[in-house]
């Protein structure tokens, strides 16, 4: 599996609540109707919140400002290449990045391919 990652700076304009309601009400419900073209088997959003351990956290480390999300998504190898290739790759391609441009500050949103390497995992057996 090919695991993206698209770490998200919302635009200025928006507040963290806007976006992050734009981005599951309106946003998440596009990519689930172009997941068969583009090929993709898992997608995750992780909406930041505020919480005084993660305040706390970020102040010990001198982290830098906070990211408003993460997006995760899973392809299979083939399918990702193959899928970005056919017409209807194309088009969801390009009206995704369409509407990313309405709430993502694109610039600051800095996207990766990761190889994940699990460390521990816990399942509800064990």
């Known amino acids: 599996m090919v695991h993206l990652i698209f770490c ?4 200025p304009h928006l ?3 806007q976006f992050q309601r734009y981005w599951r009400e309106i946003h ?3 990519v689930q ?3 068969a073209a583009l090929g993709i ?3 995750v ?3 930041t919140s505020a919480h005084p351990v993660a305040d706390a956290a970020a102040g010990a480390r001198q982290a830098p400002e906070p990211f408003d999300g993460v997006a995760e998504l899973w392809f299979d190898p083939d399918a990702l290449a193959a899928g970005a290739a056919t017409p209807a790759g194309i088009a969801a391609g390009r009206e995704l990045l369409a509407d990313e441009q309405r709430f993502i500050d694109l610039p600051r949103s800095p996207i990766f391919v990761a190889d994940d390497l699990i ?3 816990k399942t509800a057996a064990g």
């Open 119 to 121: 460390v521990i995992e």
């Open 28 to 30: 998440a419900p596009l």
């Open 45 to 47: 959003q992780a909406h």
């Open 41 to 43: 088997r898992r997608y």
């Open 8 to 11: 998200l700076r919302r635009l």
């Open 15 to 17: 507040s963290r609540d």
């Open 33 to 35: 109707r172009h997941a």
